[in-house]
């Protein structure tokens, strides 16, 4: 079995700072594409951010210049640091990623999802 595991959520005063964290765990060869996702209260869940296995991320509009993904590949985890907050990035946070998989002497693919952080930007 693969588990994501996230932290970082929390409430923050608008500019202020956050870090997530998603820790993978399990038979796990190596991560590949992984991105953080946002889902606020009344809306679709929509695409924040992904890194792929070589380094190369892309950004939502909406949080270019204020937001970074990174990687740690030889502890299983992706971050989201999160600088200049607005009100309007309130919403719960989901990580995703691909993994490969040891099995015996074998490789396999899957995709998992972590169980949500909250993050409230409020003063």
């Known amino acids: 079995q693969v588990h994501l595991v996230e932290s970082g959520g929390g409430l923050v005063q608008p500019g202020g700072s956050l870090r997530l964290s998603c820790v993978a765990s399990g038979r796990i060869f190596s991560l590949k594409v992984a991105g953080w996702y946002r889902q606020a209260p009344g809306k679709q869940r929509e695409l924040v951010a992904t890194?792929?296995?070589?380094?190369?991320?892309n950004y939502a509009d909406s949080v270019k210049g204020r937001f970074t993904i990174s990687r740690d590949n030889a502890n299983k985890t992706v971050y989201l640091q999160m600088n200049s907050l607005k009100p309007g990035d309130t919403a719960v946070y989901y990580c995703?990623?691909?993994?490969?998989?040891?099995?015996?002497?074998?490789?396999?693919?899957?995709?998992?999802w972590g169980q949500g952080t909250q993050v409230t930007v409020s003063s």
């Open positions: 890194i792929n296995s070589g380094g190369s991320t």
């Open positions: 995703n990623a691909g993994v490969l998989m040891a099995d015996g002497t074998s490789l396999r693919e899957g995709d998992y």
